[in-house]
């Protein structure tokens, strides 16, 4: 591979190949003018199904599970790969361009949140549930949605796109990013031992924001081949904490919302105004 001499100021000359370069762009703001659809309960959902987005679906089934009155949502589709993200309507809720991004109608005036760790800690405190109470638990389950928020970017941006996206394999890229995952996964695999969650023997949002990244790769539902490339059976405790999380009904559920598989999977995201999932 030819080496690389980085030009004195960078410019967008062309697009940077890979699975997303249509919908990469070094600036912000709306590409077009799209107005969002507004459904009938109080929280609209803007997202897909990708990990970031199966962070909040889960936490809103898990709060329906537990018969939350208000947690009921309408789920829009959004579809990075056509750009929905540049829409107008989506640029207001989140001028970052990334879903998730929800709306909160029940006040007079709509509440709008975007970034996934904070829409867990949104709702969290909305609902009182899954946020400990105690000052150090709580304290111990931001650290770890605050870690995810940190590391994760290494595992999808850097990992899975140079694994699995990029147009050409690069072994300095590869390597560089294998050897951090392996690295988050053994912190995760320590904490696990001796921790049934992330914060002890209870469930929170930690675990909601953790598993859809390292829970999905463990699973080998992200990154074909990772499971064996990244030796991830050999995680003892995250194999067992992941499939412990993955039997819960509200992540299978949340799982579910916003995917696009295939036409039965088409249907169950059109007809997804609530929480009817249970079929």
């Known amino acids: 591979m030819a080496d690389y001499t980085p030009p004195k100021v960078w410019t ?3 697009e940077n190949g890979g699975a997303f370069s249509k919908t990469n762009r ?3 703001g709306a590409t077009h003018e799209k107005e969002l659809p507004v ?3 109080p929280l609209q959902l803007y997202s897909l199904a990708t990990p970031n987005g199966v962070k909040v679906t889960v936490m809103l089934e898990e709060l329906l599970a537990l018969g939350k009155g208000g947690a009921e949502y309408d789920a829009h589709y959004i579809s990075i790969n056509d750009g ?3 829409g107008s309507g989506f640029v207001e809720i989140n001028p970052n361009s990334k879903i998730p991004a929800l709306v909160d109608h029940t006040g007079d005036v709509p509440q709008r949140v975007f970034e996934s760790g904070a829409i867990l800690l949104y709702l ?3 609902f009182g549930a899954f946020l400990p109470t105690e000052h150090g638990a709580r304290t111990e389950c ?3 949605l605050f870690w995810q928020m940190g590391s994760a970017p290494y595992l999808g941006g850097g990992f899975g796109h140079f694994f699995s996206y990029a147009p050409v394999k690069i072994e300095y890229c590869i390597d560089r990013y294998a050897m951090e995952t392996k690295r988050q996964l053994d912190v995760l ?3 696990l031992e001796n921790n049934r969650y992330m914060v002890g023997d209870e469930y929170t949002i930690a675990d909601m924001a953790i598993w859809p990244w390292y829970g999905g790769l463990a699973l080998g ?3 074909k081949g990772a499971v064996e490339f990244l030796s991830i059976d050999s995680y003892e405790h995250v194999m067992r904490w992941t499939n412990e999380v993955a039997e819960r009904p509200a992540v299978v559920r949340g799982s579910r919302v916003n995917r696009t598989w295939g036409p039965e999977e088409e249907q169950l995201r059109e007809r997804h105004d609530a929480i009817d999932l249970d079929s």
């Open 189 to 191: 695999d320590k904490h």
């Open 142 to 144: 931001l650290s770890w």
């Open 84 to 86: 929905d993200q540049f």
């Open 39 to 41: 459904g009938k309960h």
């Open 221 to 223: 539902k992200a990154y």
């Open 12 to 14: 967008w000359d062309k």
């Open 26 to 28: 070094p600036i912000a």
């Open 124 to 126: 969290a405190e909305k």
